[in-house]
């Protein structure tokens, strides 16, 4: 990641599963990137995905929409 303010879109789709491993890397980005005062944008489609990230706290520190032309709608609107 680069110095400064940046927003990271992270496309999640077919996909069926993620484990804790999965799960600490996205919390390690979202970290990092508060750090560098930027914003993580997640798109994913499936609402199973939705609630684990939700879970698992993650919906707290980033923007969780369902395509990636929302996330791109947002980015462009911030």
Request: overall charge positive.
């Amino acid at each position: 990641m680069k110095e400064g303010k940046s927003t990271i879109i992270i496309n999640i789709r077919e996909s069926d599963y993620i484990n804790s491993s999965g799960i600490a890397i996205f919390l390690g980005i979202v970290t990092k990137a508060q750090r560098q005062d930027s914003h993580v944008v997640l798109a994913i489609e499936s609402t199973h995905f939705q609630k684990i990230f939700f879970q698992a706290g993650l919906t707290l520190y980033v923007d969780v929409v369902t395509t990636l032309e929302e996330a791109k709608a947002k980015v462009r609107n911030k």
